[in-house]
Every structure is written in C-alpha cells, then in structure tokens.
C-alpha cells in the first residue's frame, strides 16, 4: 500500500512558510499583492477568482479585483494591463482564462511585465525555463516538484515520464525535472494511440500524469514502487457496485472529482502517490502565492 501524498498538509506547511516571509517583508514596507484580471462571467473563472481572493486574504496579501465586460476591447484590456503593470500595489497580474473570443490571450500574456507574470506564461520566462534559470516558474508544475520534494524523492537519475504535453502543465512540468538532471519522456495522445503508452510509463520511477482523462492509468501500466503524481481533474458520475448511476435527491446522476488515475488501484502497486482532491490543486494555490512573493522581493530589487 502506498503512502498517499497528503497535499493539503504539505499546502498547510507552504502557507505557513508564506505567512511568515510575508510578515518580515511588510514589516520592511513591502506588501506582497495579486491581481486578478477577469473579461465576461466564465464560471470557472469567477470560481478561481474567488478562490484566489480567499488565498490573497489568508496569507495577508493584498488583492485587486479586475473584473470587465465581455464587450471590452482588446485594445482596453491591454490598457488595464499596463495600468497594472504600474501599480506598486500589484506584485502579480493573474489572466483569468478563458477570455471572450475577440481578445487574444497571447496579446495579453505579452503585455505583463515579465516580473509580474506569476502564471509564468511570457515566453521570456517559458524561455528561462527551457535555460534552466527560471525566475518565475508556472503554479502547477512546480506543485509537482515541491511535492515530490516535500516526501524526500531524489531527481537525479530517475527515469521520469509526463504524460500530457500542454504549454500550462506537461511541457513545463518536463522542463523543471530536466533541471534538475531527472531523465525525461514526455508522452501525449499521440503516444496512446499508436499504442505505446504502456512501454513508457511502466518504466517510470516517477510518473506525472496530467491529461485530463479520468481513469487513464491503471495498475498495469505503472511500475511496482513507482512515485505517481495525478495533475488531472475531471467530474465523473458515482456508480453504484452494478455500474449504475447512483441519483441525488433531484433524481439526477450524483458527480464526484477524480484524478486520471485509478486510484484505488493504482495505490496498491505505487510506493506513493497523489490522491484527487487533496493533492496537487491544493499546493498549486500555493506555489502561485510563492510566486508572488517572489515577484514581490523581485520588484524590490532584493533578490
Ligand atoms: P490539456 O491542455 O487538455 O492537455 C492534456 C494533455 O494530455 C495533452 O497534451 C493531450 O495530448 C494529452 N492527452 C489527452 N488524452 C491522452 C491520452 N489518452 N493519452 C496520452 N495523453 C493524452 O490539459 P492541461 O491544461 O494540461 O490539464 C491536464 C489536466 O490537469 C486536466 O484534467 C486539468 O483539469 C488538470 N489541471 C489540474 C491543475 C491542478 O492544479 N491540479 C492545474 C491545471 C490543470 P494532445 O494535446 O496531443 O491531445
């Protein structure tokens, strides 16, 4: 049975290092702040806008709100940015994605000062990234290796396979354990489908599963003692012991959040591993505040 990865005491542990750092820096006049940058009401937008906000509030951060019509112009949305960018409140300018179809996001992601880009999503800091000198390194993959580095997993040498090659989780992801002299495969839906998946990942000491396919790994494909790490969040249905949707009260399907792995399988083979919820999500929140702090000390000139 594997030791299952506790990421909301490891966030806990994150947050109280980020307490204290943020006290000492106020008390030199520095107050670390984000802000969030929302164009139209996607809901998944306003929910991690809100969510961001309670983090800024429990960690003493200030936090400024940027929320505008969906009729805003790039052009003006742009204007915000640069406004922003200005601002000695704001040590980070978070993009809350996705943005209505007539503003480009890569115009956006352009336009933020590179020391305040706390999504790490300017090339210039994708670029330091691929160098190996990352000043600002994306939320999710570093929650990655802040927990494999919390539990005491060693880097160099091991064979480590990302499965997911997307610009926000699986790319970057690489690029940090590339770093840090780990040897890497980056598998995608290419890879599944022409049928080779299995031959990759079974040959991982580490597996980071980030594809967004809920039950994609199974025990068959993850080596005996393997460390996994499940990025993946999807709604599925609950099923009863037949295989039947179990209904809620209004007779609906009853929904739950799973990783892309098969937990309860997969933990009786791996030596450690993710659970979904109360994994990675729950340090990512953290390691975006890290970056702010980061950014913070940046702006100040003291790092
Ligand atoms: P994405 O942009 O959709 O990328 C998914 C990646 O998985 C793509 O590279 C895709 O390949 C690959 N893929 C899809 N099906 C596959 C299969 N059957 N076999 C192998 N590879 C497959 O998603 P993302 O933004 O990277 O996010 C991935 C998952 O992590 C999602 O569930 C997302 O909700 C979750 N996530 C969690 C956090 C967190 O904090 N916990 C943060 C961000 C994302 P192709 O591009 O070639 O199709």
């Known amino acids: 049975m594997a030791e299952i990865i506790d990421g909301n005491a490891i966030a806990d542990e994150i ?3 980020i307490v204290a750092e943020t006290e000492k820096l106020k008390a030199k006049g520095l107050a670390p702040g984000i ?3 929302l164009v139209g009401d996607d809901f998944g937008s306003k929910m991690y806008r809100g969510q961001v906000e309670k983090n800024c509030e429990s960690v003493g951060f200030n936090y400024i709100e940027k ?3 969906a009729e805003t112009t790039e052009e003006e949305v742009i204007q915000i940015v640069k406004e922003l960018n200005e601002d000695p409140a704001v040590s980070g300018i978070l993009p809350l994605r996705p943005y209505p179809e007539h503003i480009s996001d890569s115009a956006v992601i352009r336009n933020i000062r590179e020391d305040k880009d706390i999504d790490c999503f300017h090339p210039a800091n994708m670029g330091r990234l691929l160098l190996g000198e990352p000043t600002l390194a994306p939320a999710t993959p570093s929650a990655c290796i802040e927990l494999l580095d919390r539990v005491g997993v060693e880097f160099e040498g091991a064979e480590i396979v990302v499965v997911g090659h997307s610009n926000i989780v699986g790319k970057p992801v ?3 354990a590339l770093n840090r002299n780990a040897t890497i495969s980056v598998t995608h839906i290419f890879t599944s489908q022409a049928g080779n998946l299995e031959k990759h ?6 597996l980071i599963v980030a594809a967004g396919k809920a039950g994609l790994i199974t025990p068959d494909q993850v080596k005996d003692g393997a460390v996994v790490i499940d990025v993946g969040i999807n709604r599925v249905k ?3 012991d037949e295989g039947n949707p179990v209904l ?3 007779g609906k399907p009853k929904t739950k959040t799973v990783g892309d792995v098969d937990f309860d399988a997969v933990k009786d083979k ?3 591993i993710t659970p979904v919820p109360g994994g990675v999500g729950a340090v990512t929140n953290m390691m975006l505040l890290k970056n702010a702090l980061t950014a913070a000390k940046m702006q100040a000139g003291m790092d």
């Open 248 to 250: 809620n009260d209004k």
């Open 270 to 272: 791996a030596k450690a």
């Open 67 to 69: 929320t505008l019509p």
């Open 201 to 206: 990942t079974t040959g991982a000491d580490i």
């Open 15 to 17: 947050k109280a290092e």
């Open 174 to 176: 690489a690029m940090l």
């Open 238 to 240: 609950v099923l009863d």
């Open 35 to 37: 802000a969030t940058l």
